[in-house]
């Protein structure tokens, strides 16, 4: 009699307990080159930024809750970067010469990139800087294809096909539109005491409540 007394006392007590209400704000402590911020309204509405070496990303919309978690949507839906070609000429300093600019002619350093060739392997590498980028003059291959992208955006190019027979220095340009915007649809947030856990691309985050 007495152990059915304590187990019903426990049930009562668990029914009894006042759903962790989500609404405040939260910090994600992930090392001293990541900081990253979210921000559950009362109105519904959510606010969050992330800072990650040289990757800042941000988003606004809605939350909802459904049983214990939290989902996350961006309103309105970001509209992605892109990229375009460019101008095209002749050069006679190398076979290929690329470069990637904002809509403003600036150059955009950091942006991966991938060569394929009429044989063997493609060559990946990088644009470090506003001059671009140029392939080799030992190189005799002929280049037929180009790749771009910028990986801390998740952002990849089209196969934009090559000629050099037509032009062989190639100005890209890249739209940024909402670049960093970050198009949340449904994002799950577990409820935990103080704390709400992230799932995004495979990986968990705690957001710790901040007093």
């Given at each position: 009699?007495?152990?059915?007394?304590?187990?019903?006392?426990?049930?009562?007590?668990?029914?009894?307990?006042?759903?962790?209400?989500?609404?405040?704000?939260?910090?994600?402590?992930?090392?001293?080159?990541?900081?990253?911020?979210?921000?559950?309204?009362?109105?519904?509405?959510?606010?969050?930024?992330?800072?990650?070496?040289?990757?800042?990303?941000?988003?606004?919309?809605?939350?909802?809750?459904?049983?214990?978690?939290?989902?996350?949507?961006?309103?309105?839906?970001?509209?992605?970067?892109?990229?375009?070609?460019?101008?095209?000429?002749?050069?006679?300093?190398?076979?290929?010469?690329?470069?990637?600019?904002?809509?403003?002619?600036?150059?955009?350093?950091?942006?991966?990139?991938?060569?394929?060739?009429?044989?063997g392997d493609p060559f990946a590498d990088y644009i470090n800087n506003d001059e671009g980028w140029s392939l080799a003059a030992a190189e005799t291959r002929k280049p037929v294809a180009v790749t771009l992208a910028l990986p801390g955006y998740g952002l990849v190019s089209p196969r934009f096909a090559i000629d050099p027979a037509k032009a062989n220095d190639l100005t890209f340009v890249?739209?940024?539109?909402?670049?960093?915007?970050?198009?949340?649809?449904?994002?799950?947030?577990?409820?935990?005491?103080?704390?709400?856990?992230?799932?995004?691309?495979?990986?968990?985050?705690?957001?710790?409540?901040?007093?």
């Amino acid at each position: 009699m007495g152990v059915r007394f304590l187990v019903a006392a426990m049930l009562l007590l668990t029914a009894a307990a006042p759903a962790v209400n989500p609404v405040g704000r939260y910090r994600l402590h992930d090392g001293p080159d990541v900081a990253s911020e979210l921000e559950l309204r009362a109105d519904g509405r959510f606010g969050y930024a992330l800072a990650a070496g040289s990757l800042d990303e941000a988003a606004t919309g809605r939350w909802r809750r459904i049983g214990n978690r939290v989902l996350l949507t961006t309103v309105p839906k970001p509209v992605p970067p892109v990229f375009s070609p460019g101008k095209a000429g002749r050069t006679t300093e190398a076979p290929l010469t690329l470069h990637v600019t904002w809509p403003n002619g600036r150059g955009i350093p950091g942006v991966d990139f991938r060569v394929e060739f009429e044989s063997g392997d493609p060559f990946a590498d990088y644009i470090n800087n506003d001059e671009g980028w140029s392939l080799a003059a030992a190189e005799t291959r002929k280049p037929v294809a180009v790749t771009l992208a910028l990986p801390g955006y998740g952002l990849v190019s089209p196969r934009f096909a090559i000629d050099p027979a037509k032009a062989n220095d190639l100005t890209f340009v890249l739209t940024p539109h909402d670049m960093g915007r970050v198009d949340f649809q449904d994002l799950p947030l577990d409820i935990a005491p103080g704390r709400l856990v992230m799932h995004r691309g495979g990986a968990t985050e705690n957001y710790q409540r901040e007093r």
